[in-house]
């Protein structure tokens, strides 16, 4: 016979983990988690789900507005990005110990430690992947931010590259002691809005700068530099730089050789193509970027897996593609000429050097999802936050540990809706 519990204490419990759960949250509420909040992850989905993304076109300009002689009509080519289901994120506790804390009042005091470890260890993960798949960065990577020029760099480039929106659609992420290093300035604090985000709340530091809105967080990825000495190569070939082949991944296969003979380009790392000709463009105006310094912004990508090289040689696999094309196909163009074999590139950085870059983003960079999660028994209960995250409570026992417990899962979904919303940021030599 079935363990017989009180059949409405998961309901109890869920009252008193979702305020729990929200108040930890920092970065999973700075991006958009509306795209995923009502798609249809089921068994039959698979481990992706799609979205749509929009389209561009080329425009033709003519004294007469015959076009009868220009190009031909623009193709509507309409891309997806991907939102990857991952691991689930559960916590567990004998009921026994539950029990006790509802009968001595102090269910929240063994329930909030529980919450800010699923949110702990699901933030430390999303910025992880939030690092590796952005296309944008700013500095250099063995400089620390110490000035607020530095940070307002990063929103001259989002400015720049055409990145819609305000300090309410963007973030610039810091760690503490850069916050510490930042703390001359005055800063403009939130007023709490209500009381399910004081985390959120807390962590801002000021609310318009630059046109974003500065935070800080423990939370941010980090990322070894490789074990490459010699960092500068070449591309060994060209890469595909059509807008069809990147639509559905917003990625980028890009051939090296030239760098150390053996060693690994680690997830995170920053490659720049250091020729004069391939320059960031505006995705929105198609102009050239012209930088604080007077020149040409040129191009960088982020490596979004590990590659180990072969006599100096590998594919990497970048985030935001030089998109290249011309006449009717140049809607999606981000880089002023397309990269080909023999460009110089460089792997930014130091060898074996720890890095944990800030990160500045659109909140429609990324999204993230929640994993509706089945039930197992009549003693389960689903909670949903507001924008859509789903966990799971559930009772069960252990017959063969003679033990009767209490487990909290959840599992997300990430995806990278724009690659060029999204970046590193460091400071400046």
Known sequence: MANDFDSNITRKLARQF???FETQRVLSKSVNTQF????PFNPTSGTT?????PTDYVSQRTATGDITAGAPDNDIITG??????QDYFTVDVEFNRVDEAIKMDQLDELLAPMATRIVTDMEVDFASYMMKNCN???GDPDTSVTAWAEVAEAGALMDSVGVPGGPGDRCYVINPYTQTTLAGVQNSLNTAEDLVRPAFVDAVVNNNFAGMRVMKATALGTYIGGDLVDRVGTLSGTPTATYLAAKDTMTQNLAVTGLTATGTVRAGSIIEVTDNSRNRLNISTKQEIIGNAGGN?????????DVTLVAGAGTLVCAGP???GTGDTAGHNTVSSALTTGDAIEILGTANTTYQPNMFFHKDAFTIGSVPIPKLYATDTLLTTNDGLQIRISKFADGLANKQMVRFDFQPAYGTFNPFFAGQGYGNP
């Open 18 to 20: 979702l305020p729990a």
């Open 36 to 39: 995923l909040k009502d798609m």
């Open 136 to 138: 944008l960065s700013v």
């Open 49 to 53: 789900i799609d979205i749509k993304r």
């Open 80 to 85: 997806k990005a991907s939102a990857v289901v």
């Open 297 to 305: 912004v040129k191009w960088r990508a982020t490596v979004t897996a």
């Open 322 to 324: 030089a998109i290249y």
